[in-house]
C-alpha cells in the first residue's frame, strides 16, 4: 500500500503539475527549466480546481462528482501535454560535477533539512481544524461546504475551496486528508517555495551563477531565523498547509518574479500573462484574502510598470488577469 | 451596497495603527534594516525593473495599507483580526535578501564570497530568533501530525463497535483534533464554543475559540460528574474522553458508564 500511495504522490504531485506546466514552458528555449515547469504547472493544476469547484459548490454537487470530473479533466490533460510534447519532454543539459558550487550544496542540504523537520515533526495548530475537519466531512458525508440540510453556505470558506482541493488529492493518494494535508503536501510545498525562491533569484541576478543560490540561502534563512517571527515566509515554513500562508510563503513571490517577466519591454510574452493568471486562480482557490493580497499588488505593479514602459496592454492584460478576483469578491458580497 | 457607509477616519487611523503594532510587535531591528534596504535600492540599483519591484512598489504598498479608506473598504472581505496579513504584499525578506546578495556579489574572490555570506550567517544565527522559539514544534509518533492522545482516543471511539452513531464529549484541548482523524464522531462542543458574557448589563453570547464562561466546557473542567452525564443523558452521548490526572467528583462507572480503553493518561468511557 506505502508502495502505491508513493507512487500515487509522485505522479500527482510531481509528474502531472510538470506535465500540465509544460502548455505553458514548452516553447521556451531555456534549458533546465524543469524546476519551474513544475511551480507553473502546480499553479495549473490548482487553477483547474479552483474554476471547476467554484460552480460546482454553488449548485451543490456531490463532493464525489467534483472529484471524478476533476480526475477525467486532468487526465484529459495530461495526455494532450504528452502528445503536443512527445520527443521533448525532457530537457536537461549535460550535467557537469565541476560546475557545482558550494552555494548550490548548501542550497539543497539546507532544503532537505526543511523538509526534514516537517517529516519529522509537527507544529499543531489548532487555527486550521475547521478546515481540515471540513475536508474530512466532505470525504465522509459528500456535502460540500454546507454544514446540514438546509443550512446556508459557508462562504468564506467555499469561495476559497483549498478543503475540497485537499479532499479531492488524498483521494487520489490513497491517504487520509489529515495525514495528506499535514504531512504529504507540505513537504511538496516547503520544495516547491524553495525553488521558486531559487527562480526569483535567478530572475533579479540574471548571468550570475552563485547569486541566486546566495539568493535562496538568505531567503531560507530569513524565514527560519530572523528578526521576527510573523513575516509572511515564517508563517508558511511553521504552517505549511494553511491557503493563506501558501499564497503568503509561495504564490506572493512567484507573482514578483512573474511581474519582472510579463511587465517587461523586451519578453511581455502571453505566456508569462497566463502564467500570471494561474497564480491568481491558484491563490484564489488557497484564501479569500487572495481578492485583497494578491489584486491589489497585480494593480499597483501594472501602474508602475506602465508608466516606465509606456505601455496600455499591461493594464489591459492584468485587468483579464484580476477576472477571478473580481468574480470571486462580487460571490462573496452577495452570499455573505 | 455603499463601501463608504460609516467611514470615520480617526478610528480607521486606530486601526491601522493597531494592525501595524500587531505585524511589527518587537521587532524594530527588522523594520529599520528593510527600511536602510529599501533606501539602499533607490540609491544604488541602475535595473529600472528591480527599482521599481523593490522601491517604488513598496511604498505604494505602504501608503495602501496606512490609507483608512482602504482599510474601511477592505473590512467587507477580511476579518479586521486578520487584516494585518496584508503586509505580506511588502516583499520584506526578498529586499534584504537581495541587499545581501548584492552585497555579496560585489566581491571579487569566491573565498571572499563564502567568507561574507558566512558572518552575514552567523550575525542572523546569534542575533535572530529563530521561527520555533516560541514554541510549537513537538514530536509526535504519527503522521497525522497530531497529538497522539487525539489519535488514540479518535481510533478507540471509532472502534468501538456497541453504538453505531458515535456522540462524544471530550477534554476542550483535544476538540479540535478528534473530527480531524473521524469526523463521523460528533462533538458536544468543538474549538469554536457559544461564549456568554455581560454586555451593558445583558447577557450576551458568541462564538468564540476561548471556551471561559461557556459553561459545559468549564463544568467538565471542573469534573462535576453530575452535569456531565445528566447533560450526557439529554444529548444522547455515549461516550465520554477524560482526563486521568484531572479531578473528578465521582467517578463514571457509578453512573452507567464503563472503562473501554485507557492510554496517555486518558480514560475512554463507554455508556453501558
Known amino acids: ?272 500573462w497566463l502564467s500570471l493568471l494561474f497564480v491568481v486562480l491558484a491563490s484564489c482557490l488557497c484564501s479569500e484574502m487572495s481578492v485583497a493580497i494578491i489584486s491589489i499588488p497585480i494593480v499597483i505593479l501594472t501602474i508602475i510598470n506602465s508608466i516606465r514602459d509606456k505601455k496600455l496592454s499591461y493594464l489591459l492584460k492584468s485587468v483579464g488577469v484580476l477576472i477571478p478576483c473580481l468574480i470571486i469578491a462580487i460571490c462573496y458580497l452577495i452570499i455573505r | 451596497m455603499n463601501f463608504f457607509e460609516g467611514f470615520d477616519f480617526n478610528m480607521e487611523k486606530e486601526k491601522i495603527k493597531a494592525l501595524f503594532y500587531h505585524f511589527f510587535d518587537n521587532v524594530l531591528l527588522s523594520l529599520i534594516l528593510f527600511s536602510l534596504c529599501v533606501l539602499y535600492i533607490f540609491l544604488t540599483e541602475k535595473n529600472k525593473k528591480i527599482r521599481d519591484l523593490f522601491g517604488w512598489y513598496v511604498i505604494s504598498i505602504i501608503i495602501i495599507v496606512w490609507n483608512p479608506l482602504v482599510i474601511h473598504i477592505l473590512e467587507n472581505f477580511i476579518n479586521f483580526s486578520s487584516m494585518y496579513r496584508l503586509y505580506y504584499m511588502i516583499p520584506m525578506y526578498p529586499v534584504i535578501a537581495y541587499c545581501f546578495t548584492k552585497v555579496i556579489q560585489g566581491l571579487s574572490k569566491k573565498s571572499k564570497k563564502i567568507l561574507c555570506t558566512v558572518i552575514i550567517f552567523s550575525v542572523v544565527l546569534i542575533f535572530g530568533k529563530s521561527i520555533y522559539s516560541e514554541g510549537g514544534l513537538r514530536e509526535v509518533n504519527n503522521f497525522y501530525k497530531l497529538p497522539d492522545e487525539s489519535v488514540f482516543v479518535a481510533e478507540a471511539i471509532y472502534k468501538d463497535e456497541k453504538y453505531k452513531e458515535k ?87 457509578n453512573y452507567g458508564f464503563e472503562k473501554i480503553d485507557s492510554a496517555y493518561n486518558f480514560s475512554v468511557y463507554r455508556r453501558i
Not at chain 1, 495526455?79 to 503536443?84: A, D, N, P
Not at chain 1, 475547521?130 to 466531512?137: A, P, R, Y
Not at chain 1, 524553495?194 to 526569483?200: F, G, K, M, P, S
Not at chain 2, 469554536?192 to 468564540?208: F, H, R
Request: hydrophobic share 45%.
Open chain 1, 1 to 272: 500500500m506505502i508502495i502505491l500511495q508513493g507512487f500515487q504522490a509522485i505522479v500527482w504531485l510531481m509528474i502531472i503539475p510538470y506535465l500540465l506546466g509544460k502548455f505553458i514552458t514548452s516553447k521556451d528555449e531555456e534549458k533546465n527549466k524543469m524546476l519551474y515547469t513544475w511551480v507553473i504547472g502546480t499553479c495549473i493544476q490548482m487553477g483547474i480546481f479552483f474554476v471547476l469547484a467554484i460552480p460546482m459548490i454553488l449548485i451543490r454537487f456531490k463532493f464525489q462528482t467534483l472529484r471524478n470530473l476533476y480526475f477525467t479533466i486532468i487526465v484529459i490533460l495530461c495526455m494532450i501535454s504528452i502528445w503536443l510534447n512527445r520527443g521533448k519532454i525532457i530537457k536537461i543539459s549535460k550535467f557537469n560535477l565541476k560546475s557545482i558550487s558550494i552555494f548550490q550544496i548548501v542550497a539543497i542540504i539546507l532544503t532537505f533539512l526543511q523538509v526534514f523537520i516537517i517529516f519529522k515533526y509537527s507544529n499543531i495548530n489548532n487555527d486550521d481544524s475547521s478546515f481540515v475537519v471540513l475536508s474530512n466531512q466532505m470525504i465522509d458525508y459528500g456535502e460540500m461546504y454546507y454544514y446540514e440540510e438546509g443550512s446556508p453556505l459557508n462562504a468564506r470558506r467555499a469561495l476559497a475551496p483549498i478543503s475540497a482541493y485537499y479532499s479531492t488529492l488524498s483521494q487520489y493518494l490513497f491517504v487520509h486528508v489529515t495525514i495528506f494535508t499535514h504531512t504529504v503536501f507540505p513537504i511538496v510545498l516547503v520544495i516547491l517555495a524553495n525553488v521558486i525562491y531559487y527562480y526569483l533569484g535567478k530572475t533579479l541576478f540574471k548571468e550570475d551563477k552563485d547569486s541566486p543560490y546566495i539568493f535562496m540561502l538568505f531567503m531560507i534563512l530569513a524565514n527560519y531565523y530572523f528578526f521576527r517571527i510573523k513575516g509572511a515566509g515564517s508563517y508558511f515554513f511553521r504552517f505549511t498547509w494553511f491557503g493563506r500562508s501558501i499564497v503568503a510563503g509561495m504564490l506572493l513571490p512567484l507573482l514578483w518574479k512573474i511581474s519582472l517577466d510579463c511587465m517587461n519591454k523586451e519578453k511581455n510574452k502571453i505566456k508569462d
Open chain 2, 167 to 253: 456522540r462524544a464529549i471530550v477534554p476542550y484541548g483535544m476538540s479540535s483534533h478528534i473530527q480531524q482523524i473521524h469526523s463521523t464522531i460528533q462533538l458536544a462542543y468543538t474549538r469554536i464554543v457559544k461564549s456568554y458574557s455581560l454586555e451593558n448589563g445583558l447577557p450576551s453570547t458568541a462564538d468564540t475559540d476561548d471556551p471561559a464562561g461557556n459553561e459545559l466546557v468549564e463544568k467538565f473542567s471542573e469534573g462535576d460528574t453530575k452535569y456531565i452525564v445528566d447533560y450526557c443523558n439529554s444529548q444522547r452521548i455515549n461516550y465520554i474522553v477524560y482526563d486521568d490526572n484531572s479531578y473528578l467528583e465521582e467517578p463514571f462507572e
